[in-house]
């Protein structure tokens, strides 16, 4: 409405709001960036881990009797030991989950993103790479960046071409940084092995979704920050960033526009 003073949002995205119409109209904008990191980090490593090796697909196989005698190459998929790791968005998320990632024996870490950060970087010796060679190179790719006009539709047709038919693709950040039609072809056809998904456009995902037809695609709610502490922290934090917007005082966490 036209008294509206004050926005706090419980996310670190902030694509949901309309920026340019906010700015106009001198809106200030609370966010909760940091306090979700962790949470964020976690989720994206065990995503990451249960579509590598395959673990709704097993527990399924229990269920279902399909667990019968031993055999040499039934439900097996690929380790993070001696591979190379590709991070869309190497921020704050970026950063935690290629520290998490690090202790498993990741050989290379590559990046990309608007541009390099070598600080950030320095840590895990990540190297700076176009898009296109992130997606040559990797083993397992994560999507951690912003969703902006820049990013929207990146991971497309053309991007999943490129991938090894070996890779494992998961995205924690946006649905709309991937061209859905563009991955379940790639998932379907064995272009790529695996996919990830903590984000989908729309969001519920349609129960009849194509993409939930494939054995080798495992979607979750988008519960990235989904502890009870983490929760807990952010809520505190998005009523604190109101109430001093609404007092006119600088805000715990405020997006600058």
């Not at 926005?7 to 909760?32: C, P, Q």
Request: glycine content about 10%; charged content about 20%; some cysteine.
């Amino acid at each position: 409405g036209p008294g509206l003073k004050v926005i706090s949002t419980l996310s670190v995205g902030f694509d949901h709001l309309a920026l340019d119409e906010i700015k106009k109209r001198g809106i200030r904008v609370g966010y909760t960036p940091d306090v979700l990191t962790d949470a964020t980090a976690e989720l994206s490593v065990a995503l990451l881990l249960s579509v590598c090796r395959r673990l709704p697909e097993a527990a399924e196989q229990v269920k279902s009797g399909g667990w019968t005698t031993w055999k040499p190459l039934w439900m097996c998929g690929y380790g993070l030991s001696d591979s190379t790791v590709g991070i869309i968005g190497l921020g704050r998320i970026g950063q935690a989950v290629a520290r998490r990632l690090k202790p498993f024996g990741v050989r290379k870490f590559l990046y990309t993103g608007s541009g390099p950060k070598p600080e950030s970087a320095a840590e895990f010796g990540a190297e700076f790479v176009p898009l296109t060679r992130l997606a040559e190179e990797s083993d397992f790719v994560v999507v951690t960046c912003a969703l902006t006009p820049a990013t929207q539709g990146m991971c497309n047709k053309d991007f999943f071409s490129r991938m090894k038919k070996t890779s494992v693709f998961v995205n924690t950040s946006r649905g709309a940084v991937v061209n859905q039609e563009d991955l379940y072809d790639a998932l379907a056809s064995g272009q790529i092995a695996a996919a990830g998904l903590d984000v989908t456009t729309p969001e519920p995902l349609p129960t009849d979704h194509p993409l939930l037809s494939l054995k080798n695609c495992v979607i979750l709610p988008h519960i990235g920050s989904a502890t009870y502490a983490t929760r807990s922290t952010m809520a505190v934090l998005a009523a604190n960033n109101l109430l001093a917007g609404l007092r006119g005082e600088p805000m715990p966490h405020e997006l600058k526009l």
